[in-house]
């Protein structure tokens, strides 16, 4: 079995913010209701002053305000599916897991048009709250450890927040260029190990 990241890994940039930037277009209430509000958790947060899931929590809030949701992630995905990195396409496998912080009502329709699984964070958008915690970093190699996977011959990720699942895989990937370049996983030196610490402990699961 291959495990993929998505966002910045076989897709490029962020599906989430690129969702929020259509719906807002779509939905021009969305500018007063939504985008005030997010901006200034964003700087909040930047000062310190909230914590970095608060932020989170108000960003994908914009999922609760979307009443044609169905309708416009389909139409997103009929836009957007051709951002799927050429070499993804000509590797992928039905086996196949996308794994992502990503909200699994984003990730699941483009899973399902290519054919394989998926793993996303579970976001409840009728009360505008996560189902579970994030899909993020050390979550997402517990979670396959808990579900028992098969064993990971191969993972791709664009970020060394990921290094747990890396891990676990036979051969790991750091996905660069804006998902278009393949290096081995960096060796875990000192230095790279610093980074990591840093990504998991201040990344955040949307790339903005």
């Given at each position: 079995?291959?495990?993929?990241?998505?966002?910045?890994?076989?897709?490029?940039?962020?599906?989430?913010?690129?969702?929020?930037?259509?719906?807002?277009?779509?939905?021009?209430?969305?500018?007063?209701?939504?985008?005030?509000?997010?901006?200034?958790?964003?700087?909040?947060?930047?000062?310190?002053?909230?914590?970095?899931?608060v932020?989170?929590?108000?960003?994908?809030?914009?999922?609760?305000?979307?009443?044609?949701?169905?309708?416009?992630?389909?139409?997103?995905?009929?836009?957007?599916?051709?951002?799927?990195?050429?070499?993804?396409?000509?590797?992928?496998?039905?086996?196949?897991?996308?794994?992502?912080?990503?909200?699994?009502?984003i990730?699941?329709?483009?899973?399902?048009?290519?054919?394989?699984?998926?793993?996303?964070?579970?976001?409840?958008?009728?009360?505008?709250?996560?189902?579970?915690?994030?899909?993020?970093?050390?979550?997402?190699?517990?979670?396959?450890?808990?579900?028992?996977?098969p064993?990971?011959?191969?993972?791709?990720?664009?970020?060394?927040?990921?290094?747990?699942?890396?891990?676990?895989?036979?051969?790991?990937?750091?996905?660069?260029?804006?998902?278009?370049?393949?290096?081995?996983?960096?060796?875990?030196?000192?230095?790279?190990?610093?980074?990591?610490?840093?990504?998991?402990?201040?990344?955040?699961?949307?790339?903005?």
């Amino acid at each position: 079995m291959n495990v993929y990241d998505f966002d910045g890994t076989i897709y490029h940039p962020d599906c989430a913010v690129s969702f929020a930037l259509w719906c807002s277009v779509r939905h021009p209430s969305l500018w007063i209701t939504y985008l005030p509000k997010t901006l200034i958790c964003l700087i909040r947060h930047k000062l310190g002053r909230v914590p970095r899931y608060v932020f989170e929590r108000t960003f994908f809030s914009f999922l609760c305000k979307v009443d044609d949701f169905d309708i416009q992630i389909e139409r997103f995905w009929d836009k957007h599916e051709n951002r799927i990195s050429a070499w993804y396409l000509a590797q992928k496998r039905p086996d196949d897991l996308i794994i992502s912080a990503s909200p699994k009502c984003i990730i699941e329709p483009i899973a399902k048009r290519l054919g394989v699984n998926c793993i996303a964070t579970d976001y409840d958008r009728e009360v505008g709250a996560f189902v579970d915690n994030l899909m993020y970093a050390r979550e997402k190699a517990a979670y396959i450890f808990d579900q028992d996977y098969p064993d990971i011959e191969n993972f791709y990720s664009d970020s060394l927040a990921d290094t747990p699942l890396a891990l676990c895989a036979d051969k790991a990937y750091l996905v660069t260029n804006k998902a278009q370049t393949l290096n081995d996983w960096p060796k875990l030196d000192v230095e790279t190990l610093k980074k990591v610490h840093e990504k998991i402990e201040t990344g955040w699961s949307v790339h903005l």
